[in-house]
Protein backbone atom coordinates (compact mmCIF):
# COMPACT_ATOMS: atom_id res chain seq x y z
CA UNK A 1 0.00 0.00 0.00
CA UNK A 2 1.00 3.18 -0.83
CA UNK A 3 1.10 6.34 2.40
CA UNK A 4 -1.61 8.33 1.29
CA UNK A 5 0.79 11.67 2.13
CA UNK A 6 2.98 9.72 -0.43
CA UNK A 7 -0.21 9.40 -2.83
CA UNK A 8 -1.07 12.52 -2.94
CA UNK A 9 2.83 14.09 -3.65
CA UNK A 10 2.84 11.86 -6.10
CA UNK A 11 -0.31 12.88 -7.95
CA UNK A 12 0.77 16.77 -7.38
CA UNK A 13 3.65 16.20 -8.91
CA UNK A 14 1.60 14.33 -12.36
CA UNK A 15 -0.19 17.35 -12.46
CA UNK A 16 2.21 19.31 -12.50
CA UNK A 17 4.45 18.07 -15.11
CA UNK A 18 1.22 18.02 -16.92
CA UNK A 19 1.09 21.36 -16.61
CA UNK A 20 4.56 22.39 -17.32
CA UNK A 21 4.07 19.55 -20.42
CA UNK A 22 1.17 22.04 -21.90
CA UNK A 23 3.44 25.20 -20.83
CA UNK A 24 6.11 23.60 -23.23
CA UNK A 25 3.56 22.65 -26.14
CA UNK A 26 2.04 26.04 -25.96
CA UNK A 27 5.66 27.95 -26.60
CA UNK A 28 6.28 24.82 -29.39
CA UNK A 29 3.44 26.58 -30.83
CA UNK A 30 4.75 29.83 -31.19
CA UNK A 31 7.80 28.55 -32.40
CA UNK A 32 10.03 28.32 -29.17
CA UNK A 33 12.76 26.37 -30.28
CA UNK A 34 14.22 25.91 -26.74
CA UNK A 35 10.82 24.59 -26.03
CA UNK A 36 11.10 22.14 -28.73
CA UNK A 37 14.35 20.52 -27.34
CA UNK A 38 13.29 20.25 -23.82
CA UNK A 39 10.27 18.86 -25.20
CA UNK A 40 12.22 16.16 -27.30
CA UNK A 41 14.08 15.23 -24.34
CA UNK A 42 11.56 14.62 -22.32
CA UNK A 43 9.61 11.98 -24.90
CA UNK A 44 12.58 11.19 -26.99
CA UNK A 45 12.82 7.98 -25.46
CA UNK A 46 8.92 6.93 -24.33
CA UNK A 47 8.30 7.85 -28.26
CA UNK A 48 11.35 5.47 -29.68
CA UNK A 49 10.80 2.41 -27.33
CA UNK A 50 6.78 2.77 -28.00
CA UNK A 51 8.37 2.17 -31.68
CA UNK A 52 10.52 -0.17 -31.70
CA UNK A 53 8.44 -2.51 -29.46
CA UNK A 54 5.58 -2.27 -32.95
CA UNK A 55 8.42 -1.73 -35.73
CA UNK A 56 11.15 -3.89 -34.45
CA UNK A 57 13.47 -2.09 -36.13
CA UNK A 58 16.07 0.16 -35.33
CA UNK A 59 15.91 2.46 -38.31
CA UNK A 60 11.89 2.64 -39.03
CA UNK A 61 11.78 3.30 -34.99
CA UNK A 62 14.22 6.50 -35.82
CA UNK A 63 11.97 7.35 -39.23
CA UNK A 64 9.43 7.33 -36.46
CA UNK A 65 10.87 9.57 -33.76
CA UNK A 66 11.23 12.17 -36.41
CA UNK A 67 7.47 11.89 -37.79
CA UNK A 68 6.43 12.68 -34.44
CA UNK A 69 8.28 15.16 -33.05
CA UNK A 70 7.50 17.16 -36.60
CA UNK A 71 4.30 16.64 -36.18
CA UNK A 72 4.35 18.01 -32.56
CA UNK A 73 6.09 21.11 -33.94
CA UNK A 74 3.49 21.50 -36.90
CA UNK A 75 0.57 20.88 -34.72
CA UNK A 76 1.36 22.30 -30.87
CA UNK A 77 -0.65 25.72 -31.68
CA UNK A 78 -4.00 23.56 -32.28
CA UNK A 79 -3.51 21.73 -28.84
CA UNK A 80 -6.59 22.28 -26.98
CA UNK A 81 -5.67 20.72 -23.65
CA UNK A 82 -8.67 18.05 -24.62
CA UNK A 83 -6.18 15.17 -23.52
CA UNK A 84 -2.87 15.54 -21.02
CA UNK A 85 0.71 16.16 -23.62
CA UNK A 86 2.14 12.83 -22.84
CA UNK A 87 -1.11 11.21 -23.84
CA UNK A 88 -1.58 13.25 -27.04
CA UNK A 89 1.90 12.24 -28.09
CA UNK A 90 1.67 8.15 -27.26
CA UNK A 91 -1.42 8.58 -29.37
CA UNK A 92 0.34 10.03 -32.62
CA UNK A 93 2.94 7.53 -31.79
CA UNK A 94 0.97 4.78 -32.09
CA UNK A 95 -1.06 5.78 -34.92
CA UNK A 96 2.42 6.27 -37.28
CA UNK A 97 3.00 2.77 -35.86
CA UNK A 98 0.06 1.13 -36.72
CA UNK A 99 0.12 3.14 -40.27
CA UNK A 100 3.35 1.91 -41.17
CA UNK A 101 2.57 -2.10 -39.88
CA UNK A 102 -0.42 -1.79 -42.21
CA UNK A 103 2.22 -0.61 -45.18
CA UNK A 104 3.92 -3.35 -44.71
CA UNK A 105 1.03 -5.46 -44.82
CA UNK A 106 -0.05 -4.33 -47.92
CA UNK A 107 3.52 -4.45 -49.30
CA UNK A 108 4.22 -7.73 -48.34
CA UNK A 109 3.85 -9.25 -51.33
CA UNK A 110 5.99 -6.96 -52.77
CA UNK A 111 8.79 -9.08 -51.41
CA UNK A 112 9.04 -11.59 -54.33
CA UNK A 113 9.61 -8.71 -56.74
CA UNK A 114 10.95 -5.97 -55.33
CA UNK A 115 14.70 -5.13 -53.54
CA UNK A 116 14.59 -5.49 -49.95
CA UNK A 117 14.24 -1.69 -49.26
CA UNK A 118 11.07 -0.99 -50.68
CA UNK A 119 9.42 -3.90 -49.17
CA UNK A 120 9.82 -5.22 -45.64
CA UNK A 121 11.35 -8.61 -44.61
CA UNK A 122 10.56 -9.61 -40.96
CA UNK A 123 13.83 -10.50 -39.24
CA UNK A 124 14.29 -11.46 -35.77
CA UNK A 125 14.47 -8.93 -33.22
CA UNK A 126 17.11 -8.50 -30.76
CA UNK A 127 15.63 -5.56 -28.24
CA UNK A 128 18.77 -3.63 -27.06
CA UNK A 129 17.33 -3.05 -23.39
CA UNK A 130 16.47 -6.87 -22.94
CA UNK A 131 18.52 -9.08 -19.92
CA UNK A 132 21.08 -11.25 -21.55
CA UNK A 133 19.14 -14.11 -19.64
CA UNK A 134 16.00 -13.04 -21.54
CA UNK A 135 17.12 -12.62 -25.33
CA UNK A 136 16.51 -16.06 -26.79
CA UNK A 137 12.69 -15.68 -24.99
CA UNK A 138 12.21 -12.52 -25.89
CA UNK A 139 12.92 -13.01 -29.24
CA UNK A 140 10.50 -15.60 -29.55
CA UNK A 141 8.30 -13.21 -28.20
CA UNK A 142 8.44 -10.13 -30.65
CA UNK A 143 7.78 -12.46 -33.22
CA UNK A 144 4.28 -13.69 -32.28
CA UNK A 145 3.62 -10.20 -30.91
CA UNK A 146 3.32 -8.97 -34.43
CA UNK A 147 0.24 -11.36 -34.98
CA UNK A 148 -1.66 -10.09 -32.26
CA UNK A 149 -4.81 -7.76 -33.59
CA UNK A 150 -4.11 -4.30 -33.13
CA UNK A 151 -5.79 -3.06 -30.09
CA UNK A 152 -4.27 -6.48 -28.45
CA UNK A 153 -0.75 -5.46 -29.62
CA UNK A 154 -0.86 -1.51 -28.54
CA UNK A 155 -2.36 -2.71 -24.97
CA UNK A 156 0.67 -5.51 -24.46
CA UNK A 157 3.26 -2.90 -26.37
CA UNK A 158 1.96 -0.08 -24.07
CA UNK A 159 1.75 -2.17 -21.02
CA UNK A 160 4.31 -4.56 -20.74
CA UNK A 161 6.96 -2.82 -23.22
CA UNK A 162 6.14 0.98 -22.45
CA UNK A 163 5.52 0.14 -18.52
CA UNK A 164 2.67 2.24 -18.60
CA UNK A 165 -0.26 2.47 -15.81
CA UNK A 166 -3.13 0.58 -16.61
CA UNK A 167 -4.83 3.67 -16.72
CA UNK A 168 -2.27 5.65 -18.86
CA UNK A 169 -2.85 3.01 -21.50
CA UNK A 170 -6.48 3.24 -21.41
CA UNK A 171 -6.55 6.91 -21.65
CA UNK A 172 -4.25 6.46 -25.02
CA UNK A 173 -6.30 4.33 -26.40
CA UNK A 174 -9.53 5.84 -25.51
CA UNK A 175 -11.24 3.19 -24.00
CA UNK A 176 -12.29 2.07 -20.21
CA UNK A 177 -10.16 0.66 -18.02
CA UNK A 178 -12.00 -2.62 -17.99
CA UNK A 179 -11.36 -2.92 -21.65
CA UNK A 180 -7.48 -2.55 -21.29
CA UNK A 181 -7.58 -5.50 -18.90
CA UNK A 182 -9.86 -7.37 -20.91
CA UNK A 183 -7.60 -6.68 -24.22
CA UNK A 184 -4.34 -7.88 -22.12
CA UNK A 185 -6.06 -11.02 -20.93
CA UNK A 186 -7.18 -12.04 -24.31
CA UNK A 187 -3.92 -11.30 -26.11
CA UNK A 188 -1.76 -13.29 -23.32
CA UNK A 189 -4.22 -16.17 -23.89
CA UNK A 190 -3.38 -15.74 -27.76
CA UNK A 191 0.28 -15.39 -27.11
CA UNK A 192 0.00 -18.43 -25.14
CA UNK A 193 -1.77 -20.68 -27.95
CA UNK A 194 0.59 -19.11 -30.69
CA UNK A 195 3.70 -20.16 -28.15
CA UNK A 196 2.84 -23.87 -29.01
CA UNK A 197 4.52 -23.67 -32.18
CA UNK A 198 7.45 -22.18 -31.28
CA UNK A 199 8.45 -24.45 -28.28
CA UNK A 200 12.14 -25.72 -28.83
CA UNK A 201 11.40 -29.69 -27.86
CA UNK A 202 7.82 -30.13 -29.35
CA UNK A 203 9.42 -32.55 -31.48
CA UNK A 204 11.15 -34.38 -28.75
CA UNK A 205 8.00 -35.69 -26.79
CA UNK B 1 12.11 -26.76 -19.29
CA UNK B 2 8.04 -27.84 -19.11
CA UNK B 3 6.10 -26.34 -21.84
CA UNK B 4 4.01 -24.29 -19.15
CA UNK B 5 7.21 -23.58 -17.72
CA UNK B 6 9.16 -22.60 -21.03
CA UNK B 7 5.70 -20.38 -22.00
CA UNK B 8 5.71 -18.41 -18.86
CA UNK B 9 9.37 -17.37 -19.05
CA UNK B 10 8.97 -15.96 -22.56
CA UNK B 11 5.64 -13.77 -21.47
CA UNK B 12 8.05 -12.96 -18.36
CA UNK B 13 10.85 -12.00 -20.51
CA UNK B 14 10.52 -8.22 -21.00
CA UNK B 15 10.54 -7.98 -17.26
CA UNK B 16 13.50 -5.45 -16.23
CA UNK B 17 13.52 -4.34 -19.64
CA UNK B 18 15.73 -1.18 -20.61
CA UNK B 19 14.74 1.45 -22.35
CA UNK B 20 16.97 1.85 -26.01
CA UNK B 21 18.05 5.27 -26.45
CA UNK B 22 17.91 6.91 -30.37
CA UNK B 23 21.10 8.24 -31.70
CA UNK B 24 22.27 11.70 -31.00
CA UNK B 25 21.81 13.28 -34.05
CA UNK B 26 17.99 12.43 -34.50
CA UNK B 27 17.33 16.03 -32.73
CA UNK B 28 19.22 17.79 -34.97
CA UNK B 29 17.86 15.66 -38.31
CA UNK B 30 14.97 17.00 -37.18
CA UNK B 31 15.26 20.46 -36.58
CA UNK B 32 16.99 20.43 -40.17
CA UNK B 33 13.48 18.80 -41.35
CA UNK B 34 11.38 21.13 -40.25
CA UNK B 35 13.44 24.37 -41.00
CA UNK B 36 13.57 23.19 -44.75
CA UNK B 37 9.81 22.81 -44.07
CA UNK B 38 9.57 26.23 -42.87
CA UNK B 39 11.61 27.76 -46.39
CA UNK B 40 9.44 25.81 -48.84
CA UNK B 41 6.20 27.41 -47.40
CA UNK B 42 4.75 30.28 -49.31
CA UNK B 43 3.38 32.81 -46.72
CA UNK B 44 0.01 34.17 -47.55
CA UNK B 45 0.37 37.77 -48.09
CA UNK B 46 2.85 36.13 -50.97
CA UNK B 47 -0.20 34.32 -52.61
CA UNK B 48 -2.14 37.28 -52.32
CA UNK B 49 0.38 39.37 -54.05
CA UNK B 50 0.79 37.12 -56.51
CA UNK B 51 -2.60 36.67 -57.12
CA UNK B 52 -3.55 40.77 -57.67
CA UNK B 53 -0.70 40.71 -60.16
CA UNK B 54 -2.25 37.77 -62.65
CA UNK B 55 -5.93 39.30 -62.12
CA UNK B 56 -4.20 42.75 -63.01
CA UNK B 57 -2.84 41.04 -65.76
CA UNK B 58 -5.74 38.91 -66.63
CA UNK B 59 -7.77 42.08 -66.94
CA UNK B 60 -5.57 43.88 -69.38
CA UNK B 61 -5.46 41.40 -71.41
CA UNK B 62 -8.79 41.54 -71.97
CA UNK B 63 -9.44 45.25 -72.31
CA UNK B 64 -6.70 45.69 -74.76
CA UNK B 65 -8.50 42.50 -76.29
CA UNK B 66 -11.75 44.45 -76.41
CA UNK B 67 -9.92 47.32 -77.91
CA UNK B 68 -8.24 45.45 -80.60
CA UNK B 69 -11.99 44.11 -81.55
CA UNK B 70 -13.94 47.54 -81.04
CA UNK B 71 -11.35 48.68 -83.91
CA UNK B 72 -10.80 46.20 -86.83
CA UNK B 73 -14.79 46.07 -87.14
CA UNK B 74 -15.52 48.52 -90.02
CA UNK B 75 -18.31 50.74 -89.80
CA UNK B 76 -21.82 50.18 -90.87
CA UNK B 77 -21.50 53.50 -93.59
CA UNK B 78 -18.30 51.11 -94.99
CA UNK B 79 -20.59 47.89 -95.41
CA UNK B 80 -23.61 49.73 -97.63
CA UNK B 81 -20.88 51.14 -99.85
CA UNK B 82 -19.04 48.20 -100.41
CA UNK B 83 -22.44 46.15 -100.98
CA UNK B 84 -23.37 48.84 -103.52
CA UNK B 85 -20.12 48.62 -105.51
CA UNK B 86 -20.17 44.64 -105.29
CA UNK B 87 -23.35 44.59 -106.39
CA UNK B 88 -22.56 47.09 -109.56
CA UNK B 89 -19.46 45.05 -110.43
CA UNK B 90 -21.25 41.53 -110.76
CA UNK B 91 -24.34 43.06 -112.86
CA UNK B 92 -22.01 43.96 -115.80
CA UNK B 93 -20.26 40.85 -117.15
CA UNK B 94 -19.33 42.73 -121.03
CA UNK B 95 -16.41 44.44 -120.58
CA UNK B 96 -16.23 45.38 -124.51
CA UNK B 97 -19.33 46.94 -124.37
Known amino acids: MIPLANFQRQN????????????????????????????????????????????????????????????????????????????????????????????????????????????????????????????????????????????????????????????????????????????????????RKKLDKHYPNRRKK | MDKEDWKDHVLNSLEGIQKAIPREGLLVDIEQQINAAKTAIIPMHQWRLAAAAALILVAANFWTVQHLVANSRPDSKEIVISKVGESTLISNYKLYD
Not at chain 1, 30 to 43: E, K, N, S
Not at chain 1, 58 to 68: G, K, L, N, R, S
Not at chain 1, 75 to 96: D, L, M, P, Q, S
Open chain 1, 12 to 191: LNKKESHEENFRLLLAVGQGDATAFRLLYAQFQIPVYNTALGYLQNEQDAEEIVQEVFININNNAAKFKGNAAVNTWIYRITVNKCLDVLRKRKRNSWLIFFSEPTTAYAPTTFNHPGVLLENKEAAQVLFKIIQTLPDNQKTAFILSYIEGLPRQEVADIMAVSLKAVEALLQRGKASL
